[in-house]
């Protein structure tokens, strides 16, 4: 037998393997302009601002079977419209169903509040609209909207002028737009404030909520600005975030955090390292948003947030992009604030530096209803207040209150059931809006969480170490869940007669601050609904037992064996 010996030869060039290109990502900076799915295609047909016009002459009179698919699934939500899931569906068929097989013709509206300010008469807006038309509901939601469910189309016009009557929107509730912005509840009445951010939060809004040049963004974008040491709107979560520092020789102003995110695939914010001043701050934001336009990512929309940007290019990339491309000066360096106190939710009584007083409440799981906003308008009037803060953990402020009437006030929301001195659970707990009105929901959130806050008070009255339960109806993270002490994330799971039944997997020990960690996810560890109180109570009397002095639960989860967080 021979045996060839193989010569090395150089290929002939027409042979040689190309190099593969870089993939195109859709980013418009680099030339990629043709729309490469079907979002970016419905977004390049017609902006979704251009809906409302729609609505109002078209789909509001004629009803909701004259409304275009691509309007209804899509550019609504550049109006704060979703519809919601039809009654009944169960979790485990989420994922099988078509869009209009699981919604009803029923929608959730999500009204902004800039910083989560609200005066009484936007609260009694918001209250006359729920009670009118949506069947008295009203959520509380982390991102301190308030949002109502079962508005019918033809009410929507309506529902507009109400709230535009006080000056509400609910113009870019949703979409791939810049969302809401969040704000310190406490700015610019808190005793121990180092910048009051409303001031920018205002201009940005007045500039850019509504701007067709930013109506067409990749993905959805997500602010915070806030000045308080409590570090109180999740900055370590946001796409954007400006966080209160003094800066050694420009004073108080702000550091920024850029490309945080939760979902399926979290990523905590990074530091861009620059200071910006209190007037500098709606410039840089207008300049980071058009970066996030111009190079993010369109072509997968599971990877359009403006994280996965950061994360390719580092953050001083980033920065050099920012600086020379848009803002076309450099900024100075900045130092980084300093570490939070542990309880960032504003709860309970404290001292404003005028003198007066807020008062913070739990409404359990982020639940109210027209009614009892309503009547908590008039609770706050009659103290002589005028004003309520919507937080970012799903709680409320009522603000300006005269020390000799905080008592008074205090009993008032005690019994609508709005709390300032809340159990532990009650004070920590959130919830997502799941499989009550959620299309994408596999399990019931906010009815678990409420049945858990009132077993735990209950079982275990005495507890009073922080702890945050999250509970979200699916992966997209909603609720927050990978940086809670508990957090679960809605799934199917077997039960003990091995059915598969809505539930949770289990993550535990997250947190935001400078430790920031998402939670650990012990292999198998998951629970129903129904077990969910009874196993809160094991992990806090195993956390009671075998904490370390002033050690958090979030501390001690990271630390414990498996089989004590079982
Ligand atoms: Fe819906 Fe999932 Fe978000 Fe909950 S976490 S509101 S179930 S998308």
């Not at 869009?99 to 009204?111: A, G, I, K, Q, W």
């Not at 403006?306 to 020379?324: Q, S």
């Not at 997502?432 to 299309?439: M, N």
Request: net charge negative; glycine share 10%.
């Amino acid at each position: 037998m021979s045996v060839t010996t193989p010569v090395a030869t150089a290929a002939p060039p027409d042979q040689v393997t190309p190099r593969r290109a870089p993939r195109d990502e859709g980013q418009w900076a680099l030339g990629s302009t043709q729309p490469l799915n079907a979002n970016e295609q419905l977004k390049a047909d017609d902006d979704g601002l251009n809906v409302r016009a729609r609505i109002e002459e078209v789909y509001a009179r004629e009803g909701f079977a004259s409304i275009t698919p691509e309007d209804l699934n899509g550019r609504f939500r550049w109006w704060g419209l979703y519809t919601q899931r039809r009654p009944g569906i169960p979790g485990g068929r989420t994922a099988s169903l078509e869009p209009h097989e699981l919604s009803d013709e029923y929608f959730l509206l999500r009204v902004r509040s800039d910083g989560g300010r609200l005066s009484l008469a936007q609260v009694r807006a918001i209250a006359h609209v729920s009670t009118t038309y949506a069947r008295d509901t009203a959520d509380v939601t982390d991102r301190q909207n308030i949002q109502l469910h079962w508005i019918r189309i033809e009410d929507v016009p309506a529902v507009w002028t109400a709230l535009e009557s006080v000056g509400l929107t609910t113009a870019e509730a949703c979409g791939d737009t810049p969302r809401v912005i969040l704000g310190s509840p406490v700015a610019g009445v808190a005793a121990d404030e180092i910048i009051d951010g409303t001031p920018a939060i205002d201009e940005i809004v007045s500039r850019y909520v509504g701007d067709p040049s930013l109506s067409n963004l990749p993905r959805k974008f997500k602010t915070a600005v806030s000045g308080s040491p409590h570090q109180d709107v999740a900055h370590e979560v946001n796409d954007l975030s400006f966080v209160g520092v003094v800066h050694p020789e420009l004073g108080p102003g702000f550091d920024v955090f850029v490309g945080g995110g939760l979902s399926t695939n979290p990523r905590f914010a990074e530091r861009l390292g620059a200071f910006v001043a209190l007037e500098e701050v709606p410039e840089v934001w207008h300049a980071v948003v058009r970066l996030f336009r111009d190079y993010g990512y369109r072509r997968l929309r599971t990877k359009a947030r403006l994280k996965f940007l950061v994360a390719d290019w580092g953050i001083e990339r980033f920065r050099d992009v920012l600086e020379t491309e848009y803002l076309h000066r450099p900024l100075p360096d900045g130092p980084a604030p300093a570490a939070p106190p542990t309880r960032r939710d504003h709860v309970g009584v404290h001292p404003q530096r005028d003198g007066l007083f807020y008062v913070g409440v739990a409404p359990v799981v982020g639940r109210v209803s027209g009614t009892t906003l309503a009547a908590l308008a008039d609770l706050a009037e009659s103290v002589g207040s005028d004003r309520v803060r919507l937080t970012a953990q799903q709680k409320l402020l009522v603000l300006d209150v005269p020390g000799d009437r905080v008592a008074e006030l205090s009993a008032g929301l005690r019994r609508l059931g709005l709390d300032p001195e809340p159990s532990e659970f009650r004070r920590g707990t959130m919830a997502c809006t799941g499989l009550e009105f959620c299309k994408l929901a596999i399990s019931e959130t906010k009815g678990t969480a409420a049945r858990a806050v009132a077993e735990l008070e209950e079982r275990l009255p005495d507890f009073r170490h922080p702890l945050s339960l999250h509970v979200n109806g699916c992966p997209n993270s909603c609720a927050r869940i990978q940086v809670a002490d508990i957090g679960l994330k809605g799934q199917l799971v077997t039960d003990a007669e091995g059915q598969q039944v809505e539930g949770f997997q289990v993550h535990l020990g997250g947190e935001l601050g400078p430790e920031d960690r998402l939670g650990r996810k012990p292999r198998g560890l998951k629970v129903t609904g129904e077990e969910l109180p009874a196993y809160v109570e094991r992990l806090a009397r195993r956390f009671e037992e075998q904490r370390g002095a002033d050690e958090t639960f979030a501390s001690w989860a990271r630390r414990a064996d498996e089989g004590d967080l079982a």
